[in-house]
């Protein structure tokens, strides 16, 4: 009795795996919800339109007026609050500009005064009879030494570095420092001696000046 064949290399055939369809290019359940998501919110979007819609078809003419002056009114006070703002930055930009221009060369400035001092040191150890003692030689010296001082006081004023006010002037605790107090024929609170020549740049005081205050005349 003959056999029935057997089909050789006979497999039962395997169920398709969930990657195998995404593989496929099937959507994932997780792309399905997002779409949907974005179904339903598109839908939203245009419900809530269409009540717009409906809520302005029911206001009377007045009432719409109304609101569009509303919105009018708001679009505006945000277009001027927004020029407000740019004008400030504006400004804001320009104080700073200006204020690096100004006092860029502060740091030079107060270095530069040790010159103007050593030089002030050198004509005050010459003073009242030394100096017609000396010899030709040596005044022409001392004149040159005063002009450099003067050359240099008019360039620092040039960029701004102004000498603070001395003998007679009233004495102002913003540039000057008082280290003394003495009878002198100014008046009271005046500034009777400099010791050291203060500068300001600009509204700032880059060094007081060292002085003594009068106490008004003194009694006999």
């Known amino acids: 009795m003959a056999k029935n064949p057997t089909p050789k290399d006979s497999k039962d055939p ?10 496929d290019g099937m959507p994932t359940d997780a792309e399905l919800d997002a779409l949907q998501a ?19 078809k029911a206001m009377t003419p007045e009432q719409r007026i109304e609101q569009l002056e509303t919105e009018l009114a708001t679009i505006k006070d945000q277009a001027l609050r927004a020029m407000a703002d740019a004008e400030n930055v504006k ?24 010159v103007h001092d050593n030089l002030s040191r050198a004509i005050l150890t010459l003073d009242g009879k030394a100096k017609d003692d000396l010899g ?35 004495f102002d605790p913003n540039v000057h420092q008082a280290v003394a107090q003495i009878p002198s024929s100014e008046a009271k609170d005046d500034v009777a001696t400099v010791m050291q020549t203060g500068f300001t740049l600009g509204d700032r005081t880059l060094r007081a000046a060292m002085v003594a205050v009068s106490t008004g005349p003194a009694k006999v």
């Open 38 to 56: 974005e179904i339903n919110a598109a839908k939203d979007k245009i419900a809530n339109r269409e009540e717009t819609d409906k809520a302005e």
């Open 136 to 170: 030709e030689n040596a005044k022409n010296l001392l004149e040159g030494i005063q002009l450099t001082e003067k050359d240099l006081i008019m360039i620092l004023a040039r960029h701004g570095i102004k000498a603070v006010p001395g003998v007679g002037s009233k």
């Open 14 to 23: 395997q169920p398709a795996s969930a990657s195998k369809a995404t593989d």
């Open 91 to 114: 400004k804001r930009a320009e104080r700073e500009v200006a204020a690096a221009k100004t006092f860029g060369i502060e740091r030079f400035a107060v270095d530069i005064l040790s």
